[in-house]
Structure formats: structure tokens, C-alpha cells
């Protein structure tokens, strides 16, 4: 059975850009309800450590220092089916491939800096979740 949270993060990018706030409107204009929100910034350790799944993998070293390279919006949202369906709303991973009106389409610079990250799985979801946030943190 498909939950309905899934993780989320807006990339730093996306947040030098100032796209931050209408990521986030866009996100509740798709149906998706906001049930936790926080600006952190990730130290280099910390993004080895999310992304310990793509360890030895040749754009691993990038990904972390650029994932580091300033703050992020972590969030979980809310909908039916939402791992799935949150990643057909932010659109392809390359922004050049999204469908036109997605996040990544929108705001996406490359597909390193595709604005946004959504979980790919429920298991990842959960995951995900638990390294940035406490239950107390999600509202909902």
C-alpha cells in the first residue's frame, strides 16, 4: 500500500535563486500538504550520509559538495499516493526532459541542480524523513 508522506527538499540552487517561496507555493497549489518545514544546511559529512546509497559512484563527490554548498528547505508533504505522485508533480530529474509546469521544469538549472529532490520509494520516504526531522517536528 502507498503512503501519504513523502520527503522532500529544495536544493541550493533553487535557493540562491530566491525560488524557495514559490517552490513551496507551487507544492501546495498541487494538492500537497505541508506537515513539516525547516532551512538547514547540510555540512559535507552530513550529505556523504543522506546520500550513502550512491557511495563510489562517479558524480558522488559532486553531488555531496554541491548538496553542502548552502542552505536547504526540508520538508515532508502530504497526499494520497504521494511518493508517486509527488514525483510526476516535480517532474523528470533533467530539467531539459520535465514536463513543461513542473518544479524542476520551472526552477531546474541541470540535471545536478534540478531544484528539488523527492523520495523514490516509501522505504526511502521514511528514511529520508527520519534524518531530517523528530515526530514531534511533523504536523498533520
Known sequence: M???????MVKPTAM??????????????????I???????????????FYAIHKGR??????????SSGPIIAMVVEKENA????????????PAEAAEGTIRKLYGTNIG???IHGS????????ETNFFFSDREIFG
Open 16 to 33: 540562491r535563486k530566491g525560488y524557495m517561496a514559490a517552490i513551496m507555493n507551487k507544492i501546495a497549489e498541487g494538492g500537497f500538504k
Open 113 to 115: 541542480e534540478n531544484a
Open 2 to 8: 502507498a503512503g501519504k508522506r513523502t520527503y522532500t
Open 35 to 49: 506537515v513539516a518545514a525547516k532551512m538547514t544546511k547540510l555540512s559535507k559529512e552530513e550529505a556523504e550520509a
Open 58 to 67: 562517479p558524480f558522488f563527490d559532486e553531488l555531496t559538495s554541491f548538496m
Open 83 to 94: 511518493v508517486e505522485a509527488y514525483r510526476n508533480f516535480i517532474g523528470s530529474t533533467n
Open 120 to 127: 523514490d520509494s516509501d522505504e526511502n520516504a521514511a528514511i
